[in-house]
């Protein structure tokens, strides 16, 4: 089914949300699978689940909930996703990215986008952190875009450009605060894959060659409909698991996924409250 959204059904979303929190949050959040448990930090909070949102997808995958929660973290007032939808549910792109447009309406400026990926990298092991040096749009070069449609204008160009799409500033902030914090942490290209099936061991060597580091199942629409909207994005990707791209090599499976969750999520907490208070 196509879903192309218009302003109409964004502000609907936005109204219900005013509703319920009387806040402009500066900072929007997106946690992945095994990470959400930042979002128990959040400060003063209301918490709206996303079936009480209009349009909102809802993440049926286990170790994503879904609740939007708006509050402050580090003095900062963000709004956070608990939780995220992802293209392989069987949502469209257009509602992938719908969450992203709808904390532009509320006042979001930065995007602060975090998910739990494969490393590629012989260097990476499960438990590094990758900060998102740029993407590899594979999913998009299939075709899969979250702009495809009538443009928005009210949100941006038809053409936007996703040049230094993950901001340069906040990379090299998040690259301090994780050696400040002993972090293991890279710079590194994420490739944005469907799923949900994992990859191949030809795959793996495939997405290597490319140029990618990381490959996961997320993140790449909604920061090119961040980036669409003029917001700044910072991506942070947790390592997982590693693939080696040999035949007889473990294959990845979602319980380490979770498993890696438990080390990465007070890391990526350290990184993100960092961040927030810096800014
Ligand atoms: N492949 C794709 N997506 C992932 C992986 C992986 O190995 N780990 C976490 N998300």
Redesign the pocket.
């Known amino acids: 089914m196509e879903e192309f959204y218009t302003m109409h059904e964004f502000n609907e979303a936005v109204a219900v949300i005013r509703r319920h929190a009387d806040m402009q949050p500066r900072v929007g959040m997106i946690l992945g ?1 095994g990470l959400n448990a930042l979002a128990e930090a959040v400060e003063d909070a209301t918490v709206i689940p996303f079936a009480d949102i209009p349009h909102f997808p809802i993440s049926t995958v286990e170790g994503h909930s879904g609740r939007l929660i708006l509050g402050l973290l580090e003095g900062v007032p963000v709004v956070v996703m608990q939780g995220r939808a992802h293209y392989y549910e069987g949502y469209s792109m257009g509602r992938v990215g719908l969450p992203v447009r709808v904390m532009r309406l509320l006042g979001c400026e930065l995007l602060i986008v975090t ?5 590629l990298n012989m260097t990476y092991r499960a438990g590094d952190v990758m900060i998102i040096r740029d993407h590899i749009n594979l999913i998009g070069m299939a075709g899969l875009n979250p702009l495809r449609g009538p443009n928005l204008a009210e949100f941006g160009p038809r053409f936007p450009s996703m040049n230094d799409a993950y901001d340069p500033a906040l990379r090299r902030l998040a690259q301090e605060i994780a050696l400040e914090a002993a972090i293991p942490a890279h710079l590194g290209v994420y490739i944005c ?1 469907a ?1 949900p099936s ?2 191949t061991v030809a795959d793996v060597r495939f997405l290597r060659l490319i140029g990618a580091d990381a ?3 997320s993140t790449v629409p909604e920061v090119i409909t961040a980036r669409h909207s003029g917001m700044r994005v910072l991506g942070l990707s947790g390592i ?2 590693t ?1 080696v791209g040999e035949e007889g090599a473990p294959p ?1 499976n979602h319980e380490e ?1 979770l498993a890696a969750g438990r080390v990465l999520t007070p890391r990526l907490e350290t990184i993100i409250r960092g961040v927030l208070h810096r800014l």
Not at 115 to 119: F, K, Y
Request: hydrophobic share 45%.
């Open positions: 699978s998910n739990a990926a494969g490393g894959l799923g994992f990859e490959v996961g199942m997982s698991n693939l990845p996924v």
